[in-house]
């Protein structure tokens, strides 16, 4: 996983370069002031191209209720899954037992219009960063109930430490990773039928 975990310096790095560069050719060849300083400013913002090339469009229509898709993301894996009525069901039911850790997710690891019991723009769709928050691995997806430990409502299972997750993708209690997954920032297309992940949410704590 240090190719993930490396992978989150690079888009500072690219922005520190163009910032230096710009600098220099400011330094060099502008005697005023503020047009050294709007050029700073307009240099640390990520350029329409940069921005699209960190974006990444997924079609929903091949995901059918129950069925989760990983795909790459800033070499990050994120999942997308279409979760059913009864999963859903288990969401409310893992909070009225008491087994989360944040179930009102409190520590801002999602976009504030994710800080829902889903986690999510829409119930039924999660996109989350497969990236348990211990020590960066990727955990199981494991959706039937009782199929990691007898009170097992379905989430994720973290193969390396054990640390357990909601279909939400909220740790569970006694786990050793300390926040909920992280939800990234992404929005629907106008007809819903596909989603774009644009980036990180600034406040997530990755691992
Ligand atoms: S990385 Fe998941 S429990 Fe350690």
Wanted: proline share 10%.
């Amino acid at each position: 996983m240090s190719e993930i975990a490396g992978d989150m310096n690079n888009a500072p790095d690219a922005g520190r370069r163009r910032f230096l560069t710009i600098a220099a050719t400011s330094a060099v060849g502008a005697g005023i002031a503020g047009t050294t300083v709007v050029a700073l400013v307009e240099s640390l913002e990520p350029t329409a191209a940069e921005t699209a090339a960190a974006s990444t469009t997924f079609n929903l229509a091949p995901v059918e209720p129950g069925m989760q898709v990983t795909i790459p993301w800033q070499k990050k894996p994120v999942i997308i899954v279409n979760r059913t009525p009864e999963m859903l069901a288990t969401l409310p039911e893992a909070e009225k037992k008491g087994i989360l850790k944040d179930p009102n997710c409190t520590v801002p690891q999602q976009p504030p219009y994710c800080k829902n019991m889903y986690r999510a723009r829409k119930p039924e769709w999660l996109v989350m960063v497969r990236i348990c928050n211990h020590l960066c691995c990727i955990p199981h997806y494991r959706p039937k109930k009782a199929s990691v430990t007898a009170w097992w409502l379905g989430g994720f299972h973290c193969p390396c430490h054990g640390s357990m997750y909601d279909l939400s993708g909220r740790v569970i209690k006694g786990s050793p990773a300390p926040h909920n997954m992280t939800i990234p920032e992404y929005h629907y297309s106008p007809d819903g039928k596909s989603v774009t992940i644009t980036k990180m949410y600034p406040k997530a704590h990755l691992c």
